[in-house]
């Protein structure tokens, strides 16, 4: 299993672990450790590191105290740093004092009145110690339950995106190879350049992402010498040079309603545009590379139109 699955199966569990308390505050807290290791969240992370260790003197880490309820006095900058083990450890052993002086004591004479008083505070005693230690650690519970929820929902939304575009990419390769033999192996120059990163790398990568446009066009709507009507008063050129009114073309033919031919033509204006300014003016790799994705998925999707089931729309 890779990481990211291993990282929701992980999430599932912790919070599986914790709405049905299966497992102790210091399992927890290990558990989430090795979410942490494997999502990389410095913010689980951080917390966790506290709570494995302690909080030490003088810390900085306000936030996570407050978080936790560890304060003893805000005001005067008190408050509990002991590890979450040795919280239970102390939760525990008040709780066990507790039980053993549940049953009360023999006393007798002059000393019963206030034997007893004394015998009834320890109890109380105790049972704030408990108290005190029984919220430190719901409330830990509490804070690595809602930053697993974050991660958990992270995960399975990254895994269905991949799993859409994993879908969605053997529709457009498959389209893309039947629209030019050529046509996956400019995709793969394309990402091969934009891995190398540098100024001239992008430059010819999206100069291939043009030509990419070019060919898939070619292969849609050849040029024409005379003009297409796509509407009683409006023809476009459609020429060798007319690339996006040949795409325009193309998607009026199929019967593709308004509302997305409009954005078609806008996407594509857009993206041939960018292509060509790449040529000739700075754009970041980053840039380069949602520009290629963008081209990718508005080609697969213009090329996959023939095979809608519901068009015409």
Known sequence: MDRQGEALRISEELLGDIELARLKASEIVLKASR??????????????????????????????????????????????????????????????????????????????LPASRDHDSRIAG???????????????????YDLVAEIYHELLFSELQASLFADIQSVIDGT?????????????????????????????????????????TDYVFPARAEQY???????????QQNVLNRLQAHIHTLGVAQGRRDRLRRTLADLYSRCSAGTHADVSVNEARYIFIQVYIALGEILSLSHDPRKPQ
């Open 35 to 112: 979410l942490a290791r494997l999502v990389g969240r410095d913010d689980l992370t951080e917390f966790l590191t506290y709570e494995r260790g302690g909080y030490p003197k003088g810390s900085d880490a306000a936030k996570w105290i407050d978080r936790s309820g560890r304060w003893a006095a805000k005001d005067e900058n008190k408050y509990y740093p002991q590890s979450i083990a040795k919280v239970e450890a102390s939760l525990q052993a008040a709780e066990t004092a507790i039980e053993a002086m549940r049953g009360g004591g023999n006393y007798s004479g002059d000393m019963i």
């Open 126 to 144: 105790q049972a704030q110690a408990a108290g005190i230690w029984l919220g430190i650690s719901g409330q830990v519970v509490a804070v690595i």
């Open 176 to 216: 893309l190879a039947e629209a030019s033999g050529t046509a996956l192996a400019k995709i793969e120059r394309v990402s091969e350049r934009l891995r190398d990163g540098d100024p001239e790398s992008v430059s010819q990568a999206l100069t291939t992402c043009r030509r990419l446009i070019d060919s898939c």
């Open 229 to 239: 009507p796509i509407s009683d008063d409006v023809a476009l050129s459609v020429g």
